[in-house]
């Protein structure tokens, strides 16, 4: 399936930042089943995210998984925001845990490293599904930054 997963640090619109994506069969199900995914997924601290995140991303096309996209490549999609992506991943350094979100995700989910698990997209996705449509980095979608247009490909 084509999905596209996006992976940051942080969870503030303000210093949030972006390196990589990937596409093809990456929810977080099948990334917990690939030992680079699962890593990544369960950091618990910055440094073996980032690692794991970067491994992930080589793994992902050698393994001829689908393509991945890291930050050297410039943002890959067509939109300005994650909030249209399939998944959101993300590492927050405040308290050194692994969050994930749907496109339009109107909070974040924290994956337990001990018990991961792909969170259910039940609660987490758009309130307001022909507003998110129509505007979808509006609030309540979580704060995600807009990429630069000079980095689309």
């Known amino acids: 399936m084509s999905t596209k997963t996006d992976f940051y640090i942080g969870r503030d619109r303000d210093t949030t930042a972006w390196i990589g994506s990937l596409e093809w069969n990456c929810e977080p199900r099948n990334l917990l089943r690939f030992p680079p995914g699962r890593f990544a997924l369960t950091a618990t601290d910055e440094s073996t995210y980032r690692t794991a995140v970067t491994d992930l991303l080589v793994a992902w096309e050698t393994e001829r998984i689908g393509t991945a996209y890291p930050y050297r490549s410039g943002w890959p999609w067509p939109w300005p925001t994650s909030h249209v992506s399939d998944w959101i ?63 689309h490909r």
């Open 89 to 151: 991943i993300t590492f927050d350094p405040g308290d050194n845990g692994v969050y994930a979100t749907i496109g339009g995700g109107v909070r974040w989910e924290r994956i337990n490293p001990q018990h991961p698990r792909e969170p259910d997209t039940d609660g987490i996705g758009p309130t307001d599904f022909e507003h998110w449509l129509r505007v979808p980095a509006a609030p309540p979608s979580v704060p995600l930054p807009t990429m630069p247009t000079d980095r």
